[in-house]
């Protein structure tokens, strides 16, 4: 029986007609449900999405009442709308099973789930992670935050399967679900214009560990350390940029770390730790993808092989928007980072350059102090010229101009509301060997749909000039 048979006859109200429900809306009209979708666009801004989804059966409530009187056996969520808000509160009360995309997925995935989440480096870490497990011959499913949604493709999973799913805070915000392997990268400030406060975001990114057979966390992160007090967990593993201490072993406590050159494994209960990838064979530039490589071994390990990790390190060249070369002209190499969307991304993109680099920063408030961005920028030395864009410019300069190293740091502000605008003076602010890097320490939806529009338009830019 096909898992979405149970919803026939049903009235499913769903909120938001974007990634994560779209293509669930198709599965459940096809199975006999009433679908009802809410969103605050009209269905001729919503397009040739609004078209399809007519044509696939569901009925619309648009416009600015689009949250009144909800309704619906089921109402399904997209991930950024908070669980509590009034009209979903009413909605329970009513009677309503609240639930989401995400929620419905773990709570029914037929197959072990690895979720990862984090404040930086999870989609870089998730698609490793998918990519290590395929070169070992497991059959892997990648999604949720990252790519394509998970539930439509329930009835595809078998109990051999694994799941590597991409997790937001927003979607973990009312998830109580078992992984087989639960990894948390790391824990900055983020998304503290959706969140109440800093509390409340680590909480939810902490539900990851409610239930979990293997947790998976970074020893360099003291959030991460203070977490681990309370991971409902069999085993863990900590992931580092460098050796562990000897006293974070026991029979329960293994990890997977930098050191000398290459990244080792240390499993539980074992006194000596196996030399596993040569890091200067990982494609990817950075300290931080060591990183990532590290995690996702420690994720995997036991399922993956040696050969599979080293395949993958020398010839994965990274996911899109995240560190990607776009073109070179007249000796200047232009790069796509645009999923850094916070300080901490962009320090961590910003360190994998040696050459002189001219970085574009800016974007949506996401409420984020721009102080550590700052130190980053003024300590690197390298940094030439900064072009900053966007809702956040006039933060992000009083940030820099403010820090007490600027005027020896010698780089050049140039203000740029207009993001095509400021790429091209990004560009025209490059000389042969510089890099410029699009790394914008905020959010897009100030003049993008999502970062991969922006990451979009930015290559669209570059390929003109």
Known sequence: MSFFERFKNKYVTLLGAGVSNKPLIKMLSDAGARVNVRDKKSIEDLGETGKALMEAGADFTVGDGYLDDISGEYVFRSPGFRPDIEPLAKAVAGGSVLTSEMKM??????????????SDGKSTTTTLTSKILEASGENCFLGGNIGEPLLHRIDNMKETDVVAAELSSFQLMDIDAHFDCAVIKNVTPNHLNWHVDMDEYIEAKARILNHCRRAVLNYDDEVCRA???????????????????????SDKVGGAYAHEGYIWVREPGKAEAVKVLETSKILLPGEHNMENYATAIAATWGRASVSAICDVAE??????????????????????????SSPTRTAAAISSFKTPIIVILGGCDKNIPFEPLADALCAHGSVKAAVLTGETMEKIESAIRGHKDFEKSNIKLICEKDFRAATIAAANAAESGDAVLLTPACASFDAFENFERRGECFRDIVKEL
């Open 227 to 249: 977490l681990s007090e309370n991971a409902r967990c069999e085993e863990l593993y900590w992931f580092s940029r460098k050796m562990l201490p000897e006293e974070v072993f």
């Open 105 to 118: 997925f773990l709570e029914n995935a037929p197959c072990p789930v690895i979720g990862i989440t984090g």
């Open 315 to 340: 010839n994965f060249g990274g996911v899109k928007h995240r560190m990607e070369f776009v073109r070179e002209k007249d000796g200047v190499r232009f790069y796509n980072s645009s999923i850094d």
